[in-house]
């Protein structure tokens, strides 16, 4: 087999090309990565060598380049995670998250469309999504794979719309697809501008964590690589023309969720307890914020037998210990344009 992953240069992409890589030996894996301020191949180096790898560097939106790349690699599968991802950037240029993830995701489809239509029954398109498609929860409730489509933001908006376009192509086209959504991810290898590793590195620094609004909201955690995990088993089991919902059974209120990391880094960098709660300062809210999200992830434990394998509190201990022993990867990571970035978001948001 052939597998096109894109954005496997990314957080999650990277966990998830890492895995195939691993497990697959005979299987060619093609990681597709344009290079964005969060594509990194650093993420990758201890695999960047071996024989069934390839990396391509490219843009999604570039309909002649992907056309091209479908006829020279003949793919038989696509893992599609590339995609503009942090919703406070899609609410200062929604029109880039409209371009990549929307129009890139049609443009991969018909370039598999173009190239398949001879031979549907053995190809596979599985297009990687988000639980933000289906808005907000309020205090209780869950999240299934039949909740109705209610995006609020700009990224949660692009992703609906792409999602709505892989199941368009598979009524219209027979294109054979599967969709899941997922809820946040945390771990190694992430870009600091999502909340955990930007507090990470706001700690190291002693630096305000700036807090949105009265930070009672609420997220669904899960660990990078038990997202990696539930997609190479929805790859190889899950059925052609369904959805499969992802998450940690792991719900936290921002606020206590940065307490506690606040007290395990205390403990790392040996400060005494309570000198980083000392950092939290409530900032102005995100417009459009929504305020619960929660998976139920009882389709892919009852049909895959598939559950999250490390607990919040283990996997926060072991990301923590990856941001402090990879100084080298955050610093590179923030210099530069991330400097622009984190003065425009938060220089005027008190
Ligand atoms: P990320 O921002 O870390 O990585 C995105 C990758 O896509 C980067 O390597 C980037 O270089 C690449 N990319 C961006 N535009 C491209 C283009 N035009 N052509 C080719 N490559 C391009 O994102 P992530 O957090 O790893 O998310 C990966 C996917 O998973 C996304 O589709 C996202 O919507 C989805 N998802 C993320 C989470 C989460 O918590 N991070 C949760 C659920 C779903
Ligand atoms: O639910 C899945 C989604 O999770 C993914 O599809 C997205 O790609 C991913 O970015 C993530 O979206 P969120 O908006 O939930 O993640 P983020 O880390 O940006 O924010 C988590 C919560 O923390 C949210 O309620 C906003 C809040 N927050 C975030 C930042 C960056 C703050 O209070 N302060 C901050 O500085």
């Given at each position: 087999?052939?597998?096109l992953?894109t ?6 992409g990277?966990?998830v090309?890492r ?8 299987y060619k ?6 290079l964005t301020?969060?594509g ?5 180096k201890?695999?960047e060598?071996?024989p069934n790898?390839?990396f ?8 002649d ?41 049609v ?5 598999a469309?173009?190239?398949w ?6 190809k ?16 209780t409730g ?13 990224y949660?908006?692009?992703k609906?719309?792409?999602d ?14 599967i ?14 501008e ?9 700690i ?18 899960l660990?990078?690589?038990?997202h990696?995990?539930?997609?190479e088993?929805?790859f ?11 998450g940690?059974f ?7 969720l940065v ?6 880094m ?8 309570g ?7 409530y900032v102005?809210?995100?417009p459009g ?33 990856w941001?402090?022993n990879n100084?080298?990867?955050?610093s ?5 344009t991330?400097?622009a970035y984190?003065e425009?978001?938060y220089?005027?948001?008190?």
């Amino acid at each position: 087999m052939t597998i096109l992953i894109t954005g496997g240069a990314g957080f999650i992409g990277s966990h998830v090309v890492r895995l195939f890589v691993n497990k697959y030996k005979n299987y060619k894996i093609c990681n597709l990565d344009l290079l964005t301020y969060a594509g990194n191949l650093e993420n990758l180096k201890d695999i960047e060598n071996e024989p069934n790898y390839h990396f391509i560097k490219g843009d999604i939106n570039d309909s002649d380049f992907i056309n091209n790349l479908f006829k020279t690699y003949q793919f038989d599968a696509v893992i599609h995670l590339a995609a503009e991802s942090h919703v406070d950037r899609s609410i200062e240029d929604p029109l880039s998250f409209v371009k990549t993830n929307v129009f890139g995701t049609v443009n991969l489809l018909n370039a598999a469309k173009k190239i398949w239509k001879e031979d549907f029954e053995r190809k596979l398109f599985y297009h990687i999504s988000t639980d933000e498609v289906y808005g907000t929860l309020g205090e209780t409730g869950l999240f299934t794979e039949t909740t109705s489509y209610d995006p609020n933001s700009p990224y949660s908006a692009s992703k609906a719309s792409s999602d709505h376009f892989v199941r368009a192509y598979g009524e219209t086209y027979g294109m054979p697809y599967i969709i899941s959504n997922c809820s946040n991810n945390y771990g190694q290898n992430q870009f600091p501008e999502k909340l955990i590793p930007l507090f990470i590195n706001n700690i190291i620094n002693n630096k305000p964590l700036p807090v949105y609004g009265d930070g009672n909201y609420t997220r669904d955690w899960l660990y990078v690589i038990d997202h990696a995990i539930a997609i190479e088993l929805i790859f190889c089991s899950g059925k052609t023309g369904e959805t499969y919902n992802i998450g940690g059974f792991n719900e936290w209120k921002n606020i206590d969720l940065v307490k506690l990391l606040c007290e395990q880094m205390d403990s790392k960098l040996n400060r005494s307890i309570g000198t980083s709660k000392k950092l939290i300062t409530y900032v102005k809210d995100r417009p459009g914020h929504d305020l619960r999200y929660a998976i139920d992830a009882s389709k892919i434990k009852n049909e895959l037998g598939w559950e999250p394998s490390v607990t919040f509190e283990e996997g926060l201990k072991k990301t923590i210990d990856w941001y402090l022993n990879n100084e080298d990867w955050l610093s590179n990571v923030t210099t530069g344009t991330y400097q622009a970035y984190y003065e425009k978001q938060y220089n005027n948001s008190k």
